[in-house]
């Protein structure tokens, strides 16, 4: 979706949504985009050490060549192939899984929704950062509250027959949850939304209060379009007041 389209759809949303950070969207290039923060360490580091340092303007890029860091970006993000670690890393060493075998089920079911990427480098940015004419894949979003969270949600089933399964919340890496997951549901005729930031782990580097909220930019826009005539409609008068 164009970056114009969503700075516009993003501008709807900001007049009836509260949000505790700025909106963030991903993008696919060919090239290596100067003064962009690359995520490449001799050590291990998770990317979302580097979160805060975005939000205040950098832009963050992934591409195949991590050296040490952690190999989630790039298996999650389809650089390379998911390590087979027998199930060892997420049952023995993190403790997210009972069983190896729930372990090794999880990789199997991850590797089912990971894409080829597009082009060399992804980047994730501050939407009213990205150039003219990029073409946004992913949106996150990050609700100020349990309130504002709720707007999302209800308008995730504004237009849709079923409303029990619109937005779910997945349990997974927290790189998954905001680029992996939304991005394979731009492949899918209804796309949904995901809940995310919830891995224990990634809790040690994101704000106490972030959560995310995410999904591919065509929904995203869908939903912005949607606003006028729905509930969060500024000339709506609600007959209970709320």
């Not at 949106?139 to 779910?168: C, H, Q, W």
């Amino acid at each position: 979706m164009n970056s114009e389209t969503v700075k516009e759809s993003l501008r709807k949303f900001s007049e009836v949504l509260s949000s505790n950070y700025p909106a963030i969207g991903w993008f696919f290039s060919s090239e290596e985009i100067e003064n962009s923060f690359i995520y490449k360490k001799e050590r291990w580091v998770c990317m979302f050490m580097y979160l805060r340092m975005m939000m205040k303007g950098k832009r963050i890029c992934f591409s195949e060549d991590i050296g040490n860091a952690c190999t989630g970006p790039t298996e999650f993000f389809g650089f390379t192939e998911l390590v087979d670690d027998g199930g060892v890393f997420l049952a023995e060493t993190e403790r997210f899984a009972k069983t190896l075998e729930i372990s090794k089920a999880y990789t199997r079911e991850s590797a089912t929704i990971v894409h080829p990427p597009k082009e060399k480098y992804l980047y994730m940015e501050k939407i009213e950062n990205i150039d003219k004419g990029r073409e946004i894949e992913v949106i996150n979003l990050f609700p100020a509250d349990p309130t504002n969270l709720t707007k999302l949600v209800t308008m995730s089933g504004y237009d849709r027959e079923a409303n029990m399964d619109n937005v779910f919340t997945p349990n997974c890496s927290g790189c998954q949850s905001v680029f992996s997951i939304p991005y394979n549901e731009k492949f899918k005729d209804l796309p949904k939304a995901n809940i995310g930031l919830m891995e224990p782990m990634v809790r040690n580097f994101v704000p106490k209060d972030m959560i995310s909220f995410s999904m591919p930019a065509n929904r995203f826009v869908e939903m912005a379009n949607n606003i006028e005539g729905s509930f969060l409609d500024k000339n709506f008068e609600s007959p209970v007041g709320f």
